[in-house]
């Protein structure tokens, strides 16, 4: 005789404890806008912010920022059409310029915190081009690969007790860690790309340059300039999607 597994064949007690199980499980599994891929991540937001900005003045107080000219406006305007386009403007958004010629990348922290370096415009080429990074980065941002990517790394038994600490001097420090020295996955990286032309089409970029911008990358890959993990990009996987 076959036996039913339905969860009404079980007692109250059990199926309640199921509930509850549920009920813990599901602001957990999340879906990333415009691809629609789903992944785990046990942080709330509002912990995105918190541990985001903590790692954001790490950064800063160690960088040169550029205050003002030419490439700095065009970095802030690029992310205000951007931001006002993207899935979630209720994060505390927020970009600085930082001076150094020899590092070609830029970076998003969970909660949108982003820096793009000086290093990256001469390959940018113009504002479009920025957009086409800017708009990744946000990407990843809005689909919290982040704190993802931080949880599959140390684990979720660490993760949740330094939550539970209150620990974000050494949550931020491992997430500054992990941001310039391990790059994401093909599959965030994948859907960071959709996500940002995406939202470059839709702030009236054209998402076409993309491909002239992955190009100059590629060429530019043998200068010795300093690239971050985050530049780590499969570049030619992104080029033949475009076309």
């Known amino acids: 005789m076959e036996q039913d597994v339905s969860t009404g064949s079980y007692p109250k007690w059990w199926r309640f404890l199921w509930a509850c199980a549920l009920a813990l499980c599901t602001p957990a599994c999340l879906t990333s806008p415009v691809t629609g891929r789903t992944s785990f991540n046990p942080f709330p937001k509002s912990e995105?912010?918190?541990?985001?900005?903590?790692?954001?003045?790490?950064?800063?107080?160690?960088?040169?920022?550029?205050?003002?000219?030419?490439g700095h406006d065009m970095v802030a305007r690029a992310m205000k059409r951007l931001v006002a386009v993207c899935d979630d403007k209720s994060y505390p958004w927020e970009v600085n310029l930082l001076q150094d010629d020899q590092t070609v990348n830029a970076f998003a922290l969970p909660g949108g915190k982003m820096a793009v370096y000086t290093g990256i415009l001469p390959v940018c080429k113009n504002e479009t081009g920025l957009a086409v990074v800017m708009g990744h980065e946000i990407g990843h941002v809005v689909a919290r690969h982040g704190t993802q990517r931080m949880t599959t790394t140390l684990g979720m038994n660490v993760v949740m007790q330094l939550l539970n600490l209150g620990d974000y001097t050494q949550?931020?420090?491992?997430?500054?860690?992990?941001?310039?020295?391990?790059?994401?996955?093909?599959?965030?990286?994948?859907?960071?790309?959709?996500?940002?032309l995406h939202y470059m089409a839709l702030a009236g970029y054209d998402p076409r340059e993309a491909i002239a911008f992955w190009k100059r990358m590629e060429e530019s890959s043998g200068s010795g300039a300093r690239r971050a993990a985050g530049m780590l990009h499969p570049m030619k996987a992104a080029?033949?999607?475009l076309r």
Do not use: M
């Open 239 to 241: 080029i033949r999607k």
């Open 48 to 70: 995105d912010v918190k541990l985001g900005t903590e790692a954001y003045d790490q950064v800063l107080a160690e960088a040169k920022v550029v205050p003002s000219g030419p």
């Open 171 to 196: 949550l931020a420090t491992t997430l500054v860690d992990l941001t310039f020295n391990l790059p994401f996955g093909r599959t965030q990286e994948s859907d960071a790309d959709a996500i940002g």
